[in-house]
């Protein structure tokens, strides 16, 4: 997550509204690193989500880990307030939820998404 808000501050500096003043500001130096930097991380981040390094799990009780689960919890946004007993009610009756995983974190969802058939 740090990677990604990183390269969005660079992307504000480098492509905001104000640019010629943001540019006035900066150094050409300073611009090119940030440059540099845009792109570096811009490469890092498509290596790093490439398909072949994630895959798609399901996330349920019976065969999810503790963490996998508290981190759904913990990062829910669409729920508020949501508990571990409140999402295993919730996982039942066609309702399905989704991981994806990067395959150096198999614990922690990058995302997740509720299903429901």
Same mark, same amino acid.
Not at 36 to 56: I, M, N, R
Not at 66 to 93: G, H, W
Not at 103 to 115: G, N, Q, S, T, Y
């Given at each position: ?29 300073? &611009? ?36 996998? &689960? ?44 509720? &299903?429901?058939?």
């Amino acid at each position: 997550r740090g990677v990604v808000e990183l390269r969005q501050d660079i992307s504000t500096v480098l492509t905001s509204k104000n640019q010629q003043e943001q540019k006035r500001k900066l150094s050409p130096g300073a &611009i090119s690193a940030l440059t540099e930097a845009d792109t570096a991380t811009s490469k890092w981040l498509g290596q790093f989500y490439a398909h072949d390094q994630v895959v798609l799990r399901p996330i349920n009780f019976a065969t999810s880990s503790t963490a996998t &689960i508290e981190a759904v919890v913990d990062r829910e946004k669409v729920l508020s307030s949501v508990t571990i007993d409140n999402l295993k009610s919730r996982l039942s009756n066609g309702r399905y939820l989704y991981g994806l995983f990067h395959k150096d974190i198999p614990e922690d969802p990058l995302v997740f998404v509720h &299903i429901v058939l």
